[in-house]
Structure formats: C-alpha cells, structure tokens
Nanobody
Framework: EVQLVESGGGLVQAGGSLRLSCEAS????????IGWFRQAPGKEREGVSC????????YYADSVKGRFTISRDNAKHTVYLQMNSLKPEDTAVYYC???????????????WGQGTQVIVSS
C-alpha cells in the first residue's frame, strides 16, 4: 500500500516561508518521482514541483520558480518543499503525489497524500 503523509502547512503572512514535508513508504520513495500539487478553492489541481528518484532532476511550475525549492532526504524517505516569498495566490491545499507520469497534470497521478492546507494572508 502506498503511503504519503504530508505535514508543514499553516498560516503565514505574505513574504513569509513554510516548509512542507512528504514522507513516503520505502518502495514508493525509492522507485518514483515524487511531486507536489496544489488546489485552490474553485480551481483545478495543478502541478507545483517534482523531483526524480533516479537523477534528482526537478520541475517547477513557472508561478513558483525562484521561490520554491524541492529536495529529498533518501535516509528519511522524505521529500521537502521549501516555500519562500509566499504570496496570497499560493493559498491552497498542497498534496504530495507519487506514481506520476506528469509533474504538471494531475490526471496522470496514481497516488495522493491527504493534503495540507497553506494559507497566505496579505
């Protein structure tokens, strides 16, 4: 069974920072690209960032480039999303994703975490 457990969401003022964590079960972490998607109220779920298990290559949505950084700790089976210079438009539920064929299209994702809420106040 695939297990993805997110943590680290919360309320922060614009310009602030948060770090999200996604702990994945071992086989999923070792063999898959792990990604972060987000869904704001009334909007479709969109890809934010992902990191490959094979070579560590990364993807970032244009809206977060230069502000967000994805990384992975192989010993802890955990992927992190460091979010800096947060904006009100970053407010959303953030989901960890695995077994994905696309870092941008949520329809190509087979496994999801439960989500963690991020609220950025202006």
């Amino acid at each position: 069974e695939v297990q993805l457990v997110e943590s680290g969401g919360g309320l922060v003022q614009a310009g602030g920072s948060l770090r999200l964590s996604c702990e994945a079960s071992g086989s999923i972490f070792n063999d898959n690209t792990i990604g972060w998607f987000r869904q704001a109220p009334g909007k479709e779920r969109e890809g934010v960032s992902c990191i490959s298990s094979s070579d560590g290559s990364t993807y970032y949505a244009d809206s977060v480039k230069g502000r967000f950084t994805i990384s992975r700790d192989n010993a802890k089976h955990t992927v992190y999303l460091q979010m800096n210079s947060l904006k009100p438009e970053d407010t959303a539920v953030y989901y960890c994703a695995a077994e994905l064929l696309s870092c941008a299209d949520s329809s190509y994702v087979d496994s999801w975490g439960q989500g963690t809420q991020v609220i950025v106040s202006s």
